[in-house]
């Protein structure tokens, strides 16, 4: 039976307009699983929806969680959720119409105008751990490291150990603490938080970052395999946390330690569909190949996969075509890279929203270095290379995942005779991450 608006109230007391009771539990189990990333959210979501069409939180959910998946192929069936929410709008109470213009902005490519409506849904309800983990991980596609911190700092008031999900909200603070180089901040939160919930895989991933950015290797290591099945079974981030313990590997130079991960965990049989993990194992292959170490082949087998999906995905998100491109320079297919930076500089010209200027500012720059790298155009390389470091973070992802782009610069130098940019560039890379044995291999080749 449909109640009045306003008649709900979630596990943290947030209102919840007209749904049937189930629809209320399938909602914390959702929320759960979107935190957890433990189980289907959209998959709970699908059915709940089936026995209660008019459960308009449940449509902007829906529509939101897919969004994350940074992929354009879902856009049609977001925007069928996102028109029936809007038509369900006179049931609907003044949060859940925002969060359904949140989701028409992030879907028409606003990313930016999505963030701040997220934020004003926040000022009125705070314990809103949907909006605030949207809002979160949209901090995140945009490389927003300062508000990835600052969107939780602002609600923090609101939330203590009595509020359901309250660990996983640490564990997304904890993250935006090691994205603003905060590193022992980052640490004792997400340690609190994992206290409190073993199980939170992004908690853990925050640590593995610490360690990443500190050069902690070894305890990184120690970290992931003693929590294996905290984070590991089961779990639709899983390929992510293996692929920072593969960098550890590759740190201590045990390629094939981290090319068995890539084959049993990363992208496990050779195969995906979902452009994330997609992402992760171009850049460890390309992190391997900027080594000289033979990936056999793997760089067709990943090549293929980019080659699978469908063109229009091109041009969609920069941060997935640079990678699009890293897996067709590595197999050596130049026209299919060429084909995604055209993609690129298309949508540099004509994208909606903020995913324009990601193309615009660093994309197009980004996937031209990575096919003049692969030509041996090191002096090109850098020229694309050096303007866009220091504003990198505006087409999204991590410090880590982007280092990807100084590693390329830094070999481009070394391979290109340039050695006093390479020192100038060793140098920066000893001050930040002193315990790096590929610091270290990098400064050795110098001294050649
Ligand atoms: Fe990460």
């Known amino acids: 039976m449909t109640q009045a608006k306003g008649s709900h109230y979630d596990a943290r007391g947030v209102p919840v307009s007209s749904c049937e009771p189930q629809s209320l539990d399938d909602y914390e189990t959702a929320l759960l699983q979107f935190h957890s990333y433990f189980g289907d959210p959209t998959e709970t979501l699908a059915a709940t929806l089936d026995a209660d069409p008019e459960f308009v939180l449940g449509h902007v959910f829906f529509a939101s969680a897919l969004m994350m998946m940074t992929e354009k192929q879902y856009l049609p069936v977001i925007r069928q959720h996102i028109e029936q929410a809007e038509a369900l709008a006179g049931k609907a109470n003044a949060r859940e119409r925002l969060l359904t ?99 939170d895989p992004w908690a853990i991933h925050a640590l593995a970052h610490v360690f990443e950015m500190q050069g902690r290797f070894d305890e990184g290591k120690d970290m992931y395999h003693e929590r294996e099945d905290d984070w590991a079974p089961d779990n639709g981030f899983a390929f992510h946390n293996w692929w920072h313990l593969a960098l550890y590997h590759i740190e201590h ?146 410090h880590a995942q982007r280092d990807i782009l100084t590693q390329t610069l830094t070999e481009s130098a070394l391979r290109g005779g340039e050695l006093k940019l390479a020192n100038n560039l060793v140098s920066e890379r000893k001050l930040h991450k002193t315990l790096s044995p590929l610091c270290q291999r990098f400064a050795a080749r110098l001294s050649v």
């Open 101 to 199: 213009l949140a989701a028409r902005q992030w879907m028409e490519g606003r990313w930016d105008q999505a963030s701040l409506t997220w934020d004003q849904v926040l000022v009125e309800q705070p314990l809103d751990a949907m909006a605030l983990q949207l809002g979160h991980l949209t901090d995140f596609y945009r490389g927003d490291c300062f508000n990835l911190r600052d969107r939780l700092c602002r609600v923090m008031t609101s939330w203590d150990k009595g509020v359901t999900g309250y660990s996983y909200i640490l564990g997304m603070q904890a993250f935006g603490f090691e994205e603003c180089n905060q590193y022992d901040k980052a640490e004792l939160v997400s340690r609190t938080a994992l206290d409190m919930e073993a199980r």
């Open 253 to 398: 130079e045990d390629f094939d330690g981290a090319l068995g991960l890539y084959d049993s965990r990363i992208l496990p049989g050779g195969d995906s569909d979902v452009s994330l993990q997609m992402v992760d194992a171009s850049a460890l292959l390309w992190r391997l190949y900027l080594l000289g170490v033979d990936v056999g082949s793997r760089w067709d087998q990943i090549a293929d996969l980019w080659a699978n999906r469908t063109s229009s995905e091109n041009g969609y998100y920069a941060f997935n075509d640079l990678h699009a491109v890293i897996a067709f320079v590595g197999a050596g297919r130049f026209e299919a890279a060429r084909d995604v930076l055209a993609a690129v500089e298309d949508a540099a010209a004509h994208n909606p929203g903020v995913t324009r200027m990601m193309a615009q500012d660093v994309g197009i720059a980004a996937c031209r270095a990575m096919i003049d790298f692969g030509q041996q155009r090191y002096r090109e390389a850098i020229d694309s290379l050096l303007p866009i470091r220091t504003i990198a973070h505006r087409f999204g992802g991590s």
